[in-house]
C-alpha cells in the first residue's frame, strides 16, 4: 500500500495542541492536527492505524464535498508542506488597507499584509512564492540526477502546468511544474527520470520503457502513483 491509497488531507501544526487530532468534515475534508515536536512525515503511518475509520466517516459526506461553499474552497493556507524537500511553513495574514498585498519572508514563516481577503490576490502571491522556492530546489536537484544516470539536458525550466507534472522539448529543456513541490520525494525523483530518458527516447515506445526501467525498475508502479498524485496538491496552488 502507498501513500496515495490514503483520502488527501492537510497538515496543521499548532503550538497549542498536546496531541495528534485528525479532523474529519464535510467542508474541509480530513485535517492532521499536529503539535510542533510532532514530524509531518508522520502523518501517513498515523493515518494508516485509521484508514477503515477514516474510509467510514468520509463515506458518511459522500456527494457532500460538491455543496462546499466557494469560500471554503478558496480558503487562505495557514501551514503549507512541501512535502518533496520536507519543508513546512506557517503562514499569518495581516490586513492592511494601505497595502496592495505583500508577502515577507523570516525562515519558515510567510507574512501576507495587505489585503488578505482578495482570495484571488493571496493564490497568485502564494504562487508566485511557490515558484521562487521550486527555482531554488528543483534544478540542483534534477542536475544531480542527470549527473547520476549520465543524461545531460540543456535548460531548466519553471513553470505553473495545469495539466502536466513536467516535460522535455526536442531542444533539450526540460520544464518541471512548481507543483513538484508538494509531492513525495520518490515521486519527483521520478518525474525527473522519465523527463531525462525522454533526452534519448523522444516518446514513450517501448525503447523509452527500457531505457526508464534500467534507471528505475519500478518504474511502471511510479507511473501509476504518478496519476493518482494531484491530491498532494492545495487548491490555492491551481491557477483558474
Known sequence: MTSSDLPAYRVRVSSRARHVRIQVSAAEGVIVVLPRAVNPASVPALLWKKKAWLDRTLSQFEGLQHQRPLATQNASPTFIYLRAINQQFQVTYHKAANLDLHL?????????????????????????????????????????????????????????????????????????????????????????????????????????????????????????????????????????
Open 104 to 240: 515577507d519572508t523570516l525562515g519558515n514563516q510567510l507574512l501576507l499584509q495587505g489585503h488578505v481577503t482578495h482570495d484571488s490576490l493571496v493564490r497568485q502571491t502564494l504562487q508566485r512564492w511557490l515558484t521562487e522556492q521550486a527555482h531554488l530546489h528543483l534544478p540542483p536537484w534534477l542536475e544531480t540526477v542527470s549527473k547520476e544516470i549520465g543524461l545531460k539536458h540543456l535548460k531548466t525550466i519553471i513553470r505553473g502546468q495545469r495539466t502536466r507534472w513536467a516535460s522535455c522539448s526536442q531542444r533539450q529543456t526540460i520544464s518541471l511544474n512548481h507543483k513538484l513541490l508538494f509531492l513525495p520525494p520518490h515521486l519527483v525523483r521520478y518525474v525527473f527520470l522519465h523527463e531525462l530518458v525522454h533526452l534519448v527516447h523522444f516518446n514513450h515506445s517501448p525503447c523509452f520503457w527500457t531505457l526508464l526501467t534500467h534507471f528505475e525498475s519500478n518504474c511502471r508502479s511510479l507511473d501509476q502513483e504518478l496519476r493518482r498524485a494531484g491530491h498532494y496538491v492545495p487548491a490555492w496552488a491551481e491557477r483558474r
